[in-house]
């Protein structure tokens, strides 16, 4: 399980499907939609940590430092 504060500072895509444990499609979604903050450099998206702060926020999800996303250990 990846804690929030051990994501590199920018994500790819993969990392962020991973970390979030959504499937290819539902994240270029959310990226594509701007529901999660990216960075576009032609094809390939960029997203800032930061980005992932916010989106988990107003998601309602627990992001504090050093808790495991969902509660699992």
Known sequence: MTHFDDLPDVLTVKELQEFLRLGRNRT???LKSRAIPSIRLGQKFLVPRQ??????????????????VKGHA
Request: charged share 25%; net charge negative.
């Open 28 to 30: 270029y979604e959310l």
């Open 51 to 68: 980005g992932v702060r916010e989106f988990l926020a107003r998601s309602g999800e627990p992001i504090a430092t050093g808790t495991p």
